[in-house]
């Protein structure tokens, strides 16, 4: 008992201390952690004191039961499933970039989200893009995927970012600059773009028949893309494409979806443990979604020739795509990432809203040997 009496209390820490062990923090599920110890720990708790990586997207999960709380994927702790508390993004669609979540509220307003400090910054209303239609059903389909440029600096008045981003199910593209009332439009639009990256200082995009476009919204008409490249358009029938620079080269990442009986008739296949994709769940009601990732497949593009290759092995690097800003890291620099996997977030929007009970559920690591 008297070992006890002469414990410390960790929640009396000096301010000072309290800030130096914040700032050893390696990532941010580490920071949201450290800020949910008490209140005076959670008062250090914010950006300026948080030092570590912040190349890990926020594997968000969809909003259950509209709580102030928003589930994530934890890829450095074993993907494990935590909990955030983010009011700000309550009943809102959330993607994420560089760290930041891009909100869309019921009511079309949008924001830049900080999931650490909470600090928001407002974005033009999604009725000021070009193609914006008012009787799109309300379940955030206008914006389907969001980039940023570099990281907005909560301290500093001088930002020189850009936020591109994929709007309407038909797939527009459009970009945002600091102190902009509206959202421009990219007016060159071939078929529909489905993902973004940035590389180089310029913005690269996929559209739907495999080619690829770069964007320079700082030259004099930001609103032409110019093809620059692509992968064979056979290889994207009724496929899904991403586009994320790893090691200094460009990726297409192609995922490949299969439907299963949505009527309620799914058979008496048994869920293999031993699947690709880890965050299944195997609810009595929800043993089986209405569709589900069977493969990926990658292809290096080489945009000075014009050519493409597929890869056999993503080697010692990881990617994330989903509805996160997609991109790759080195596996053997952080604990808990797996080498040569795809961790994938479940972003297929249409059939997102029409098949609830795959509702948020295609996700998961593909970590199968990439073959040709």
């Known amino acids: 008992m008297e070992e006890y009496q002469h414990m410390s209390n960790w929640a009396e820490l000096q301010r000072d201390l309290l800030i130096e062990i914040a700032k050893r923090g390696a990532f941010l599920e580490d920071f949201s952690v ?20 912040q190349q890990f997207p926020w594997l968000m999960l969809a909003e259950e039961n509209n709580s102030d709380y928003r589930g994530f994927v934890s890829a450095t702790e074993g993907n494990l499933i935590g909990k955030l508390l ?14 930041w979540l891009v ?12 999931p650490i400090s909470r600090f928001q910054i407002p974005l033009p209303h ?14 955030f389909l206008c914006i389907q995927k969001a980039v940023l440029s570099s990281r907005p600096c909560i301290s500093s008045k001088e930002n020189n970012y850009v936020l591109m981003v994929i709007y309407e199910a038909c797939g527009f593209l459009g970009f945002w600059k600091p102190g902009d009332m509206a959202w421009t439009t990219i007016e060159t639009r071939p078929s529909a773009f489905c993902d973004i990256t940035y590389y180089h200082g310029q913005f690269y995009t996929v559209n739907s028949a495999g080619n690829i476009f770069v964007c320079d919204v700082g030259l004099r008409d930001p ?20 586009i994320v620079e790893s090691n200094g080269e460009v990726l297409v990442v192609v995922q490949d979806r299969y439907l299963l009986d949505y009527s309620g008739d799914y058979g008496d296949e048994e869920e293999d443990e031993d699947a690709d994709s880890g965050f299944y769940t195997k609810d009595e009601d929800e043993s089986k979604i209405d569709y589900r ?4 497949r990658v292809y290096k593009v080489d945009l000075r020739n014009w050519e493409w290759v597929e890869l056999q092995s993503l080697g010692d690097n990881a990617l994330f795509v989903g509805d996160n800003a997609s991109i790759s890291v080195q596996a053997s620099k952080f604990r808990g ?19 609830k009970r795959g509702r948020g559920k295609d996700m ?3 970590n199968r040997k990439i073959e040709a």
């Open 34 to 53: 450290f800020s949910r110890v008490c209140r005076s720990w959670r008062s250090v708790a914010v950006k300026e004191n948080f030092k570590g990586s």
């Open 86 to 99: 983010l009011p700000e993004a309550k009943g809102k669609r959330c993607l994420e970039t560089l760290g």
């Open 103 to 114: 909100t869309v509220s019921a009511a079309g307003d949008m924001n830049l989200l900080d």
């Open 126 to 139: 999604i009725s000021t893009f070009k193609h914006y239609q008012g009787d799109i059903p309300i379940d």
């Open 223 to 242: 609103t032409v893309v110019y093809l620059c490249g692509g992968i064979s358009r056979e290889i994207l029938e009724f496929k899904q494409p991403y």
């Open 293 to 296: 990732t069977k493969e990926f």
């Open 337 to 355: 990432i797996r080498p040569n996997c795809i961790y994938f977030t479940d972003d297929c929007s249409p059939r997102y809203i029409w098949f």
């Open 364 to 366: 998961g690591i593909y």
